[in-house]
């Protein structure tokens, strides 16, 4: 079985600019989640779909992310512009929907260095 | 709300040492737990989980019990190996399927 896909794995870019990460869940895993992971902490969460619905977002800085999960599927997450605090590991994970019992599954990661 | 504190490290052990990892939360409800492992260069991977309490959570020689009582999810290991060095995540999952991280623990396993 096909894991979680995630790419680009590494991307440098310098402040005040655009980058987006492509995030391929686990076929047939209703739940997608967007994770923001910092150097020495542990993954904080951006965004949660369940299907195409966004479940939450609570946390998402909003002026500068964002992310869409159109048919339900794949999703993007894009920021602009980028500032330095937003370097960080940026991790997709997916789930069964509707299981608190269940696991996440998660993808390699997207690092992320912002000059 | 829903919370995870897990003991700061970085911990270094001796091969063959015993482990633990302190894992303590606060959640409303019920919550699943979780450890989670993350090897050098390698994305979270799940260890271990307890659905309910008293259920203890085991694999590759890792144990942990779900403790409502002391609300606690201690990683337990009676004899580390090098190749067990990583970071390992605590977690709560809720009834929204929505998930709780700790901050990680490093481990380092010296021969």
């Known amino acids: 079985e096909a894991g979680v896909a995630q790419s680009p794995r590494y991307k440098i870019i310098e402040k005040r600019q655009s980058v987006a990460f492509w995030c391929n869940p686990i076929?047939?895993?209703?739940?997608l989640y967007w994770y923001q992971q910092i150097l020495g902490q542990g993954p904080k969460l951006l965004i949660q779909?369940?299907?195409?619905?966004?479940?939450?977002d609570s946390q998402l800085p909003k002026d500068r992310f964002s992310a869409e999960r159109l048919k339900g599927v794949d999703s993007t997450l894009k920021i602009q512009p980028a500032k330095l605090e937003d370097s960080a590991v940026y991790l997709c994970?997916?789930?069964?929907?509707?299981?608190?019992?269940?696991?996440?599954?998660f993808g390699e990661g997207s690092r992320l260095t912002v000059l | 709300g829903n919370s995870v504190t897990q003991m700061e490290g970085p911990v270094t052990l001796s091969e063959e040492a015993f482990l633990t990892i302190n894992c303590t939360y606060t959640?409303?409800?019920?919550?699943?737990l979780f450890w989670y492992v993350q090897y050098p260069g390698e994305g979270l991977q799940l260890l271990l989980k307890?659905?309910?309490?008293?259920d203890k959570g085991s694999n590759k020689g890792f144990e942990a019990t779900y403790r409502k009582e002391t609300t606690s999810f201690h990683l337990e290991k009676g004899s580390v190996q090098v190749s067990d060095s990583a970071v390992y995540f605590c977690?709560?999952?809720?009834?929204?399927?929505?998930?709780?991280f700790g901050t990680g623990t490093s481990l380092t396993v010296i021969p």
């Open positions: 994970a997916s789930s069964l929907a509707g299981q608190n019992t269940g696991e996440l599954f």
């Open positions: 076929s047939g895993h209703a739940t």
């Open positions: 779909f369940q299907n195409n619905g966004v479940v939450d």
């Open positions: 959640a409303t409800g019920y919550p699943s």
């Open positions: 307890a659905t309910k309490a008293d």
């Open positions: 977690a709560l999952s809720d009834s929204g399927n929505q998930f709780y």
